[in-house]
């Protein structure tokens, strides 16, 4: 089996063009949800009648999810097709996800049939929770490009991805994969070793088996559990896991203190990890009435959105910490910022140029059903780093200190737009010499009303920025590359047409 580093970094991030999920249940709802939301087109496959209800289910809590997580221009989505057939949905596929019952002979089954009509080069990926991938290579005619790819529900908002391999998988094609899922904001964890359960639910199962002892034996409920996880190691385990949260535990001394203190009571009989409780239908009942007690006055869906809004708050705070899921996060979001300029490959200079496009996401809008006024900010927001990043102000030259504050900001509101509508925005450069960069931007609604297919002037929005040392939080010149940059696209904005409204303040 090939291996790497568990937490090694994954430098060179790429997106599928397109992709294919078999099986529309929870996880594989999950996968094509986080595809979909990346750009990437995906086929599905699913004999169940139910499955299209289900993942546009799926969908929707995704869609009401990231639209609260990040504010970062997110590429247009992609295509969901509902195949008829394990070869419609593969067909063009460079990532096939396998999301199946976890029956080994009924994977093996649907390997036989991807490889039959999938791509030479198409990766494939296992969403199994705990058998191994070199029993499920057993019967592959390739199985040097099928590993383990195991996510966390609900996948759309949890980054973390195991990877592991198998014993004929190479090396190369789970770096493909880390690669691939590094480039839709998730967080590639290789496994050194195949093992069952791999890593994270192993420490699931081990915390189920003592959550099942405690039930039975009256010693807590199923509220009174969940409450002690949630409401206490829970937290930390979100931000430092384990033996971090143990680090701190021992004090100046570290983890060796922490072990020498508290090491001896691994030998007290306090677990019982190595015994199962009988599930008998009397331990279920009580279980699932204690379950019902506890949350059954909210329909899945609704927990799944509770679970959602909590989980989004969580990643924000870290992301504000750079800790964590939090960095994973930032790290997604500065790759959505940066494939604006990509995105908008006309070069020309004759005209504004486009500098965000996007599809205005539920979240964004007001009890009127339209796009509220705090968004249109957002997306003038996006526009003005689109420009930065073309005259040479990304991330890089963030991490070195230099980049363009606004000071001042003028936005005429001239109408209205509704969730799911397309809009884009263009940006015309007023001033650019010295510290100073003024820009003007348009916001449309593309595609117009009705027979008209003219786009719909939404908002101006103009922008006084000024360029600032970020280390010492004064104003300083741009770097000699940037500055030659935005002088070439100043002087050719400055003989387009003075915008409509440049230079208006608020009238009486």
């Not at 198998?166 to 090396?171: F, K, N, Y």
């Not at 750079?322 to 500065?334: I, K, V, Y």
């Not at 991490?399 to 003028?410: L, M």
């Not at 884009?424 to 009303?449: C, E, I, M, N, R």
Request: charged share 20%; net charge negative; hydrophobic share 45%.
């Amino acid at each position: 089996m090939a291996t790497s580093a568990g937490s090694a970094p994954v430098t060179a991030a790429r997106k599928p063009v397109r992709a294919a999920v078999i099986g529309g249940g929870v996880i594989g709802g999950g996968w094509v949800a986080r595809l979909i939301q990346n750009g990437v087109d995906v086929g599905i496959f699913d004999p169940d009648p139910e499955a299209p209800r289900k993942v546009a289910e799926v969908m929707a809590n995704a869609e009401h999810a990231i639209g609260r997580l990040t504010m970062a221009p997110l590429p247009a989505p992609g295509e969901m097709i509902f195949a008829r057939s394990i070869a419609d949905a593969v067909a063009g596929a460079e990532l096939i996800v396998e999301a199946v019952p976890e029956r080994l002979n009924v994977k093996q089954a649907v390997y036989a049939e991807i490889e039959a009509a999938a791509s030479a080069e198409a990766l494939i990926t296992s969403s199994t929770s705990g058998i191994l991938p070199s029993d499920l290579q057993d019967e592959m005619d390739r199985p040097e490009r099928l590993l383990v790819a195991h996510p966390f529900n609900p996948v759309y908002l949890l980054p973390l991805v195991e990877l592991v391999g198998g014993r004929s998988t190479t090396a190369e094609n789970i770096e493909r994969a880390a690669s691939f899922f590094a480039g839709i904001g998730m967080h590639p964890l290789r496994i050194r070793k195949e093992i069952e359960a791999f890593v994270a639910d192993r420490f699931l199962e081990a915390v189920w088996r003592e959550a099942l002892w405690l039930v039975k034996d009256g010693i807590a409920t199923t509220e009174e559990i969940d409450d002690a996880i949630r409401f206490g190691f829970g937290l930390r385990w979100a931000q430092m896991g384990l033996f971090e949260t143990y680090r701190v535990a021992g004090g100046e001394a570290g983890m060796a203190h922490f072990i020498a203190q508290f090491g001896p009571c691994l030998k007290w009989p306090w677990t019982k990890l190595m015994d199962v409780p009988e599930l008998t239908d009397e331990l279920v009942k009580t279980i699932s009435d204690q379950s019902d007690t506890q949350s059954g006055m909210h329909s899945i869906r609704e927990l799944e959105r509770i679970r959602d809004d909590n989980l989004v708050a969580i990643m924000q705070a870290l992301k504000a910490n750079d800790w964590g899921a939090g960095r994973t996060l930032s790290a997604w979001e500065t790759a959505l910022y940066d494939m604006v300029p990509a995105a908008a490959a006309d070069d020309s200079t004759d005209r504004p140029i486009e500098t965000m496009r996007q599809q205005v996401p539920a979240a964004w809008t007001d009890y009127n059903g339209h796009m509220n006024e705090a968004r249109y900010l957002d997306c003038f927001s996006m526009a003005t780093d689109a420009v930065m990043r073309r005259i040479g102000v990304d991330a890089g030259y963030l991490a070195a200190g230099g980049s363009y504050f606004t000071v001042e900001t003028h936005i005429r509101h001239l109408d209205e737009v509704t969730a799911g509508s397309e809009i884009f925005a263009t940006s015309q450069v007023l001033h650019g010499a010295g510290k100073k960069l003024q820009l003007f931007h348009h916001l449309y609604a593309a595609g117009g009303d009705g027979e008209s297919q003219e786009p719909r002037l939404l908002a101006t929005g103009e922008h006084m920025l000024i360029h600032v040392d970020i280390n010492s939080r004064s104003s300083s010149l741009p770097s000699d590359a940037v500055a030659a940059k935005l002088a070439e696209l100043a002087a050719a904005h400055d003989a387009l047409p003075r915008p409509e409204g440049a230079g208006r303040a608020i009238g009486s």
